[in-house]
């Protein structure tokens, strides 16, 4: 089993919609979370970090953690073709030494 | 955007020739990493450093060597490339503890 799971997709919405991404994970050690967006041909993008349980809000886009179900996921709120990309999940323990990425779900978001 | 540089950013080389890859940050972050990124598997850690000197090993380091002689330089080097090594490699930053790591645009290397 992964330490961390990820739902590959591809996942198509259309334009305007809400989307909803998740990591499931099995390490109880972890404690800061991470999204990042990957588009073709390029590098990895933070866009969330988050420490613990908890919310967290940046314009367009929501990070949950739930500790508890060790669940992680990211809300895109009126999606934009341009959030179309490769979004992964990622989490490391206490210092952050090493960080375990999930293998990225693929979105499409159609005009 | 944080100051990473890879290069190449492309390369095309033969099985068994060696293969340097460099790193460049301009961010002065005492943390620095080797991935290689392989549909299906992801990010996949093969070697970091936390400083000048000191390094050590990741999940798929055999065949893989690093060295990092100045902070701002992290060279990671293929002795003698195999196909199974075709793939792109992203470094990756960090600053101090606690802090998330940041992306190059990665390397596309191809071994025929």
């Known amino acids: 089993q992964k330490e961390v799971e990820q739902d590959p997709g591809p996942l198509s919405v259309p334009e305007g919609a809400i989307v909803s991404l998740n990591c499931t994970y099995s390490?109880?050690?972890?404690?800061?979370f991470m999204w990042y967006r990957q588009y073709s041909r390029k590098g990895p993008e933070l866009l969330m970090y988050?420490?613990?349980?908890g919310n967290k809000e940046d314009g367009r886009f929501t990070a949950q953690v739930d500790k508890s179900s060790k669940y992680i996921s990211l809300f895109i709120r009126d999606s934009q073709p341009s959030d179309s990309a490769t979004y992964l999940c990622?989490?490391?323990?206490?210092?952050?030494?090493?960080?375990?990425f999930g293998a990225g779900t693929r979105l499409f978001v159609k005009a | 955007d944080a100051g990473i540089t890879q290069s190449p950013r492309h390369k095309v080389t033969e099985t068994g020739t060696p293969v340097t890859l460099r790193c460049h940050q301009t961010?002065?972050?005492?943390?620095m990493y080797w991935y290689r990124q392989d549909p299906g598997h992801g990010l996949r850690l093969i070697h970091y450093?936390?400083?000048?000197?000191?390094?050590d090993k990741g999940e798929v380091s055999d065949g893989y060597s690093v060295s990092r002689s100045k902070t701002e330089d992290f060279l990671l080097t293929l002795e003698s490339a195999t196909s199974s090594q075709t793939s792109v490699y992203f470094c990756?930053?960090?600053?101090?503890?606690?802090?998330?790591?940041?992306f190059g645009d990665g390397t596309r290397l191809s071994i025929l």
């Open positions: 990756a930053i960090r600053g101090d503890s606690n802090q998330p790591q940041h």
């Open positions: 390490n109880s050690a972890f404690q800061y």
């Open positions: 988050t420490y613990s349980s």
């Open positions: 990622a989490m490391s323990g206490l210092g952050g030494f090493k960080t375990i």
């Open positions: 961010e002065n972050h005492r943390y």
């Open positions: 450093s936390y400083g000048v000197k000191d390094t």
